[in-house]
């Protein structure tokens, strides 16, 4: 298997001990848990990836942490090469420190934890995991003590959307923390099945969206934000900050496997998750957006979508770097 770029990611398992609505893996049974890769699984995903030119690993779940033999894993990435093993995970095993300390001394390099609110009754109601927040701000606390950079994921729904800027200004502006994803979830999963309740159009939550970048740039940190599963007309104003909307020439292409052992090209799922719209046909940039999830259309219509005239200055200016 050929990577075609520097990434592998590699989901292990379905196992988590949160419950978020938003989830985009399906409701958690006693089967689905029973499907996650053995050992022997992983090391020849690591094997293959490693072979095929990957040199940075996103570990992802359901709850890496979750897994037992989570250090061994992390152990065989970095003596196969890979410069770069990051976590993807709610944070709250690593809030004990001797378990921070064993997978940063195993191998892990970066952090991704996901807070979901700028305080801990919000961010416990949301995951349904008392102390949650706490136990994420001690695994914060750790892996910088170790070295590790850590990043947060935020996503997008109701409850929290107008709390956006109170976790920019916590978390960024006076946290010093300077990497911050809000994704707008897919409706997918557990999404699919709560979207009804939680789910946010483009247009309610771009208020928040311009709050928190207008904080952030105030605050000498622009680039603290990124902002994924946004069409760049949805938010043209933020465009250079947007991910995913852009279809890849094929150079930079991320491989994954899941805890039933497929392997799947993530650029080409994506790719073809999204539809063009009417609107679309007119646009900049037609040749290079993937455009809409089919999904979000039938929730919410296509009123939203404009075609934009011109390259948003953002993307001009960053194209031109």
Not at 114 to 128: F, K, M, T
Not at 207 to 215: H, M, N, R, S, V
Not at 282 to 302: H, K, M, N, Q, W
């Amino acid at each position: 298997m050929r990577t075609h770029d520097a990434v592998f990611e590699l989901f292990l398992n379905y196992a988590c001990q949160a419950k978020c609505a938003f989830c985009y893996n399906p409701p958690i049974t006693d089967e689905l848990l029973r499907r996650e890769l053995s050992f022997a699984q992983a090391a020849e995903a690591l094997y293959s990836a490693a072979r095929g030119g990957a040199r940075r690993l996103n570990l992802h779940g359901g709850e890496v942490t979750l897994r037992d033999d989570l250090p061994k894993i992390v152990r065989l990435a970095r003596k196969l090469g890979f410069t770069q093993v990051t976590l993807v995970t709610n944070g709250v095993r690593l809030g004990q420190a001797r378990y921070a300390r064993t997978l940063v001394a195993a191998g892990v390099t970066h952090a991704r934890l996901s807070i979901h609110a700028p305080d801990a009754a919000r961010h416990d109601a949301i995951v349904e995991v008392p102390g949650a927040f706490e136990r994420c701000l001690r695994a914060a606390a750790h892996l910088h003590g170790l070295g590790v950079p850590v990043g947060f994921n935020y996503v997008l729904i109701r409850e929290n959307v107008a709390l956006l800027p109170a976790f920019l200004k916590r978390f960024v502006v006076d946290g010093g923390h300077d990497d911050v994803i809000v994704y707008f979830p897919h409706e997918r999963g557990m999404m699919a099945l709560n979207a009804g309740r939680i789910a946010m159009s483009y247009s309610a939550a771009r208020p928040a969206l311009l709050e928190g970048a207008a904080l952030l740039d105030a605050a000498g940190k622009p680039q603290a934000l990124l902002v994924a599963n946004v069409p760049p007309c949805a938010a043209p104003e933020l465009a250079d900050l947007l991910l995913d909307w852009r279809r890849e020439d094929g150079a930079e292409r991320h491989a994954m496997i899941g805890p039933e052992g497929r392997s799947t090209d993530l650029e080409a799922m994506k790719d073809a998750q999204r539809r063009a719209l009417p609107a679309c046909g007119a646009c900049a940039l037609r040749d290079s957006c993937r455009g809409v999830e089919p999904e979000y259309v039938r929730r919410f219509g296509d009123g939203e979508f404009r075609a934009l005239a011109a390259v948003p200055p953002g993307l001009a200016q960053a194209a031109g770097r």
